[in-house]
């Protein structure tokens, strides 16, 4: 299988802290993860590619101040918000590619089960 | 014009019957293209992927993929009530920025009893 995993499931915070999300390929090596953000009745939307050693390559309009994400190892990357504020609530989901074709058009992206953030 | 598009629905089918999902995309250099299943409040769940032209079968589920019109397919046989869920048409768009997902707005099915 292709197991990811998200920490927390679950957040609840006061506007202007941060929060830290992290994401974690739990039965695979993963050099690239991705973070989505997907409101209510909306589909999923990219926010940046972590690639595991460098920087993320953010989308565009997305803040990468206010959104920093941190890929330190081959099973974990983490996404920060920064100073959030009721706009940033949502669905936050990671995903990660599991290796195994050459073909990288045949890379398959699994989820994880996704953190929901509450901005008060 | 949207990259990936997908009828909202709902679409209703009886149990038993055969549910048919359609997705389009605007990008003819799409290579991959993947069905993904979500249900309420949960994140999406792979059902299965295609890069070919023609059908590929999973199961209960077919991916059919026609590149010259540009469209790709998702038929469930037997549909079952726990296959109500919201099903997400995904389309593999490499650029230069790396291989990445683009996502449609999906479609709701429900299956009644």
């Known amino acids: 299988g292709a197991v990811v995993s998200q920490h927390p499931s679950w957040v609840i915070c006061k506007s202007g802290t941060s929060v830290k999300i992290e994401c974690r390929s739990l039965d695979f090596q993963a050099t690239t993860m991705f973070w989505y953000r997907q409101f209510p009745k909306q589909s999923l939307m990219l926010m940046a590619t972590s690639n595991e050693g460098s920087k993320a390559t953010y989308e565009q309009g997305v803040e990468k101040d206010k959104f920093l994400i941190n890929h330190a190892s081959l099973t974990l990357s983490t996404l920060t918000v920064t100073s959030a504020h009721p706009e940033d609530s949502s669905f936050y989901i990671c995903?990660?590619?599991?290796?195994?074709?050459?073909?990288?058009?045949?890379?398959?992206?699994?989820f994880g089960p996704g953190t929901r953030l509450l901005v008060l | 014009q949207k990259e990936v598009e997908q009828n909202s629905g709902p679409l209703s089918v009886p149990e038993g019957a055969i549910a048919s999902l359609n997705c389009t995309y605007s990008?003819?250099?799409?290579?991959?293209f993947f069905w993904y299943r979500q249900y309420s409040g949960k994140s999406p769940e792979l059902i299965m992927f295609i890069y070919s032209n023609g059908d590929k079968e999973d199961g209960r589920f077919t991916a059919q993929l026609n590149k010259a019109s540009q469209y790709v397919s998702l038929l469930i046989r037997d549909s079952q009530p726990s296959d109500s869920a919201t099903y997400l048409c995904?389309?593999?768009?490499?650029?230069?920025?790396?291989?990445?997902?683009?996502f449609g707005t999906g479609t709701q099915l429900k299956v009644e009893l």
């Open positions: 995904a389309v593999n768009i490499f650029t230069g920025g790396g291989n990445k997902l683009t």
């Open positions: 995903s990660a590619i599991k290796p195994g074709t050459t073909n990288i058009y045949q890379e398959t992206q699994y």
């Open positions: 990008d003819r250099g799409s290579q991959s």
